[in-house]
């Protein structure tokens, strides 16, 4: 019999972006356990606290708050004791952490937005940089930090735009049979260049859902063929070895855990090639 599901209460006095994301983080630690998650985002009052404690009472819940105002938290502490509910708080101790390391009192402004500082701008002009030059289009593999190689439908435009978003310059080019790639491709920086692969049954299955959404299955059934989808691999699989890069099979991993592991061999390749020249 499956077990219940579990309720993760999200308590914000803003979106609750913050709390949704560790609620995401929890819930692919339990991956045999359903959860619900509710959000109740735009919190004020202590009187907002009560009504959003009342829905969860007696439930099998989990609540996750971001409340900045201290006397906020004292009450959602406080309502969830009396309610024996399991809770925690993610903004209360890094604040006064913070507070006490810098001595600098936080201005406990709910929904504050993150400053527009250079990193801000960096951030801009990488996502900026991931969409001018996506697809092989255009001539900036020379200018990007991160280079993707890989055939169709093994996501590399939102990882481009992912790695774009954490700050970093990413471009892409395809891998298509009988299409030679940029000769610019062999000219960078091959540290900087990462290829990516995909099992064959789940680019089929991805590549037919493409097919049914694009609504011309006769058209383009070639594309999602697995004949034709191994022989893309291996063209690729070509191409990687001529460029004597790291490959990442992104069958099971998401965007987020991809892009992370294209900076970690990203940085640990540009920290041995200065290794070497300094030898």
Do not use: W
């Amino acid at each position: 019999m499956p077990n219940p599901p579990v309720e993760l209460h999200v308590v914000s006095d803003a979106t609750g972006e913050t709390a949704a994301r560790l609620v995401q983080a929890l819930e692919a630690q339990f991956p045999e356990q359903e959860f619900v998650e509710i959000r109740h985002p735009r919190v004020e009052s202590q009187d907002d606290l009560q009504l959003a404690v009342n829905r969860m009472r007696g439930r099998p819940a989990v609540v996750v708050y971001t409340l900045v105002q201290p006397q906020l938290r004292e009450a959602m502490r406080t309502l969830c004791r009396r309610a024996r509910l399991h809770y925690c708080d993610l903004l209360g101790q890094p604040i006064d952490a913070v507070a006490r390391v810098s001595g600098q009192a936080a201005t406990m402004t709910p929904g504050s937005r993150p400053p527009l500082n250079s990193a801000y701008f960096k951030r801009m002009e990488a996502i900026e940089f991931a969409v001018r030059y996506d697809d092989g289009v255009a001539h900036g593999l020379h200018d990007a930090d991160v280079v993707l190689v890989g055939v169709s439908r093994t996501s590399k435009t939102p990882l481009s735009i992912y790695l774009g978003y954490l700050g970093h310059k990413a471009a892409n080019v395809p891998v298509v049979k009988g299409i030679a790639p940029p000769p610019e491709l062999f000219e960078i920086d091959r540290a900087k260049v990462v290829g990516l692969t995909i099992d064959p049954d789940r680019l089929a299955e991805i590549r037919r859902a493409r097919v049914r959404a694009m609504g011309a299955p006769g058209r383009n059934r070639q594309y999602a063929e697995l004949a034709e989808i191994y022989e893309e691999l291996e063209e690729a699989k070509k191409l990687h070895r001529r460029l004597r890069c790291p490959v990442i099979d992104i069958s099971e991993l998401s965007i987020e855990e991809t892009a992370h592991r294209i900076l970690r061999v990203v940085e640990e390749r540009a920290a041995e090639g200065k290794a070497q020249a300094a030898s």
